[in-house]
């Protein structure tokens, strides 16, 4: 099967960097008729790549697993093991493993709980913020140098969306309703 390399397409379905009509239809001409089917399968694709793309700009000593780990911890913490297995949506062994390896690069470091000396909290130290700074750092550098190529109109289209997709990530319902209350009260979807 051939492979095809598809270009951005702007909202009027021209290819932003040749300015020639695109064999896709654009968003424009596809929104009213989309299904939410439609919709996700598209979605998946276009966020699966774009996080692969992110991905490359992180590569390093560390897996990506260690990264959204420590990223976790950078986040959330000082985190318990288990919090941190829960966050990260890990059994606790592979947890324990992980949080072994970034201590034994010294970006993290157990801290025993004073009122509970049985209970362990990781904390990201200085060098595993310095290590986190960097990778976000690159991959912003990559993704504003993506975004500087687009036309004003494309960049406002995105900037738009981003409501609608942060809610979307912070979503943790496996399940449950996706609808928003604001969108049943003739609110903004």
Do not use: N, Y
Not at 41 to 46: K, Y
Not at 85 to 95: D, G, K, N
Not at 114 to 122: M, P
């Amino acid at each position: 099967m051939p492979t095809v390399t598809r270009s951005p397409i702007s909202a009027a379905g021209a290819d932003a960097r040749t300015g020639r009509p695109s064999s896709r239809p654009s968003a424009a001409a596809h929104a009213g008729a989309a299904t939410s089917t439609e919709v996700a399968e598209r979605l998946r694709f276009v966020v699966a790549r774009l996080q692969r793309r992110l991905r490359q700009q992180a590569m390093g000593d560390l897996t990506l697993t260690q990264l959204s780990m420590l990223s976790s911890v950078d986040r959330h913490g000082p985190l318990s093991l288990g919090d941190l297995a829960s966050h990260e949506r890990l059994a606790p062994p592979t947890v324990t493993k992980l949080v072994d390896k970034l201590e034994g690069l010294g970006l993290v470091e157990r801290r025993a709980v004073a009122s509970d000396r049985r209970v362990v909290h990781v904390a990201i130290t200085a060098p595993g913020r310095r290590k986190l700074d960097a990778v976000r750092r690159r991959r912003s550098a990559w993704l504003t140098q993506q975004l500087d190529g687009l036309p004003p109109a494309d960049l406002a289209r995105i900037d738009a969306a981003l409501d609608v997709l942060e809610h979307l990530a912070a979503l943790d319902t496996p399940g449950g309703s996706t609808v928003r209350p604001e969108a049943t009260a003739g609110g903004r979807p």
